[in-house]
């Protein structure tokens, strides 16, 4: 999975016809800045109004999902999403010129192909994953559909859909990873079975219907004259019925081609979380309402979290940015008073580092002899070193500088720390360095529990030679 925001390198237009309303539907991606997410925009309205794909905005699922905002409407988006999921494309802006994208071949292979072809841009800002951390259940009873979402390392999807047809059967498809969409799920077309096909027609319902662009699955006997009707309905051609129970105006791509394109579906539904997904899928007969509902329980996790403080994550066998021997060319402490141990994480604005509390601690020996507890005021200190390496690292050479406090505020001891803790420091600016002064807030954690917090301002100056 791509570490970084993407966009498109520039813009590019295509054309096709909407499967519902018929119309001739012009359809242009541009390029994005990061964070902008995905947009569709009616240029063809007063104002160009725009309509993020979000799953609050969803006002329809029939026959495909619809997105609507303040009187705009765009319907039938999730092959176009399901096309920047494969292409792990964050940021576009898409005009439409009608309410309704082009349904191309009933997949998203066109679109895949069109914005391959124009190319990709690393935007250089760290993607925003939504990672599940403990699994999410859903179950639409009504449809008789489940989900569940489960932690992985990747994004992974398991469809499996049943409609108890003769000719289907049931069906599983498996996406193992994203990377792999676009050439192994991108050209899965839309199905439908005849008599669904016969209630849309005679209620007018696919003006842009040709037969080139879904499976029709025949669960019936069809009478000659029925298979007539459509042939002067579709152009008058010839058209029959396989032996394996499906019409004859197109041949399968895959054995499994309509689980495919349900898993398709759910990819470009689940686009409309707003992220992407670092997680399993496990869908049972999933559909565009039940694939939503799914989308707004995420985005709910996904809010309840971002009211909630993102801890940061330490595992011990990822190799740090900085050990014990370079922290040493940063910082002027030296043993027993240099109390940091890693730095796991450092960007401009924020520094992560970690110390790891033994019985071995000379300050142990006088706090206290029988109840081991570190000193409040050394977890600041080392709050404070490992904001101090993140002040050097903005410095041309770090060894021809110092700091010192000037101040501290609010300073808050949660909890002990006790020898066999792992402190983990996080230390952020609180606003840009001005004149060797820098202020930032710091927070230190055991596991999940914050131990202490406080407020600190330090001043860096050349050393004297």
């Known amino acids: 999975m791509n570490k970084n925001q993407s966009t498109i390198k ?16 012009v359809m242009t991606f541009h390029p994005a800045a990061p964070d902008f997410g995905i947009r569709f925009r009616r240029s063809d309205l007063p104002g160009m109004p725009e309509i993020e ?11 495909g999902t619809t997105l609507q905002k303040n009187g705009a409407r765009v319907s039938t988006v999730e092959h176009v999403l399901a096309a920047l999921a494969g292409l792990q494309i964050d940021n ?74 003769r000719v289907l059967g049931r069906q599983k498809a498996q996406l193992p990873e994203i990377g792999v969409f676009n050439d192994d799920f991108a050209s899965s077309r839309t199905f439908c079975f005849l008599h669904e096909l016969e209630m849309l027609l005679d209620h007018d319902l696919i003006r842009g219907g040709d037969l080139s662009n879904a499976i029709v699955v025949v669960d019936k006997a069809v009478e000659d004259h029925e298979l007539k009707r459509l042939s002067v309905l579709f152009n008058n051609r010839e058209v029959e019925v396989k032996e394996e129970g499906i019409l004859n105006n197109i041949e399968l791509r895959f054995e499994n081609e309509p689980a495919r394109h349900k898993l398709l579906d759910v990819v470009g539904d689940l686009m409309l ?8 899928v496990i869908a049972e007969k999933p559909g565009h309402a039940s694939n939503v509902e799914f989308a707004k329980l995420i985005r709910k996790e996904m809010k309840k979290r971002s009211k909630s403080p993102v801890l940061p994550h330490y595992d011990p066998t990822v190799p740090p940015v900085y050990d014990i021997n370079k922290i040493k060319e ?10 940091v141990d890693k730095i796991i994480s450092l960007t401009d604005t924020r520094v992560v ?12 020996l006088g706090h206290f002899p029988n109840e081991p507890v570190m000193p409040g005021v050394l977890i600041i200190e080392a709050m404070a070193q490992t904001g101090g390496i ?6 041309p050479d ?31 600016l609180t606003s840009p360095i001005r004149r060797g002064i820098c202020e930032m807030h710091g927070n230190a954690y055991v596991g999940n529990k914050l131990a202490a917090s406080a407020n600190l301002m330090a001043q860096v100056v050349k050393k004297e030679i």
């Open 92 to 165: 576009v802006l898409i005009d439409l010129n009608n309410e309704e994208t082009p349904i191309m071949d009933g997949s998203s292979r066109v679109f895949v192909e069109v914005l391959r072809n124009v190319g990709i841009q690393d935007q250089m800002v760290p993607r925003k994953y939504f990672e599940i951390k403990e699994a999410l259940h859903y179950e639409d009873r009504a449809k008789d559909a489940s989900y569940s979402l489960l932690p992985a390392e990747g994004f992974e999807v398991e469809v499996t859909i049943d409609y108890n047809s």
């Open 398 to 428: 770090p060894k021809e500088y110092i700091t010192y406090f000037l101040k501290i505020d609010n300073a808050r001891f949660k909890s002990k720390v006790v020898p066999g803790d792992t402190l983990i420091f996080e230390m952020e």
């Open 273 to 280: 979380v707003g992220r992407p997904i670092k997680g399993k």
């Open 390 to 395: 993140l002040v050097m690292n903005t410095l």
């Open 353 to 364: 580092g970690i110390k790891n509390v033994t019985y071995n601690e000379q300050f142990f």
């Open 330 to 339: 940063f910082l002027p402490h030296k043993y027993p008073f240099l109390l």
């Open 53 to 63: 794909a979000l799953a609050e905005y969803v006002s329809g699922v029939a026959r």
């Open 10 to 25: 520039e813009s590019v237009t295509l054309a096709g016809i909407g499967l519902h309303t018929g119309c001739e539907v």
